[in-house]
């Protein structure tokens, strides 16, 4: 009976330290086919642009974490066309499981639509196979490097313990994506809770030198709402509390009001549009 097939990608590049640790993590489960992009495409979501030079070209490289190596693969690809690229033109069978990351930088809040590493995770989902993303809180100064101070072994510990779950039993319906958490001062001991996703604009663009003209460069300062949170129940509570985060993501994002609600809204009785002038 063949192992099964782990796909590993991430967003912050195929030379990422937190990429060759997850495979690290994950070799003992299965055979790995690793592709990622091959630059940094943090912040791509799951854009499948082709522009700007990610022309799907694909390189073989070695992604190496200590005295581990394995074969990978350089997309000049987004991260969610990464993902595409492994399935289609790499993988000899059948994919078991997708794991994004271990990303530098937390993924909390209504950043999820935002994140490249939830982006190639969510396109494994639509593909039909479970998928983690994965992510290390770590300080500002660390989300677009790859600082190779930081210890991703506790990170690495939780990669194993849920990809091995994902692996061995089904999710429930309903649940496409595990969006995994960890917070900086983790340990192997550090508990875990399943969690909402908060409401929270994590990860806040400010305008700078909004006086200048029009045409004029208008640059953005991210403020980080570290330590803040809605809902006691969310990713960003927990991680506040220096617990792992599990939140279970759907690819259904519909609301969830009664659509008969949304329906009354714009019935004829209540709605308060008026004829269009002929023209």
């Given amino acids: 009976m063949s192992l099964p097939l782990i796909l590993v990608t991430n967003d912050d590049g195929i030379e990422s330290p937190g990429l060759a640790a997850a495979a690290a993590a994950l070799s003992p489960l299965g055979e790995l086919l690793i592709i990622a992009p091959a630059t940094q495409q943090t912040s791509m979501g799951r854009s499948r642009s082709e522009q700007s030079g990610r ?17 990978g693969f350089a997309a000049n690809a987004t991260p969610a066309l990464a993902v595409e690229l492994g399935l289609q033109a790499l993988a000899p069978r ?11 930088g937390e993924n909390v809040g209504t ?27 770590t300080d500002e100064s660390h989300y677009y490097e790859h600082d190779r101070t930081i210890d991703f072994r506790p990170a690495m ?36 809770r399943v969690t ?32 803040q949170f809605s809902h006691e129940d969310s ?28 329906q009354t809204l714009f019935s004829p009785a209540a709605s308060r549009a008026r004829p269009l002038p002929e023209s």
Avoid: M
């Fill in 235 to 262: 990713d960003a509570f927990a991680l506040a509390q220096g617990l792992v985060s599990v939140t279970p993501l759907s690819l259904d994002l519909t609301s969830r009001v009664a659509l008969n609600e949304v």
């Fill in 157 to 192: 510990h939780f990669v194993h313990f849920f990809a091995a779950g994902s692996l061995s039993q089904a999710w429930p319906p309903d649940v496409d994506v595990l969006k995994i958490e960890i917070p900086a001062a983790a340990t192997t001991d550090t508990g875990w």
């Fill in 94 to 104: 059948p994919v078991s499981l997708v794991v994004s990351g271990i990303n530098y």
């Fill in 55 to 71: 022309d799907g070209r694909i390189f073989k490289t070695t992604v190496s974490f200590g005295s581990q190596s394995w074969e």
């Fill in 196 to 227: 909402r996703q908060d409401r929270l604009s994590y990860y806040r663009p400010v305008l700078l030198n909004r006086e200048a003209g029009v045409e004029q460069a208008k640059p953005f300062l991210y403020r980080v709402a570290k330590g």
């Fill in 111 to 137: 950043c999820v639509t935002v994140s490249g590493t939830i982006g190639a995770a969510l396109e494994g989902a639509e593909r039909g196979i479970r998928s983690l993303a994965i992510s290390l809180e």
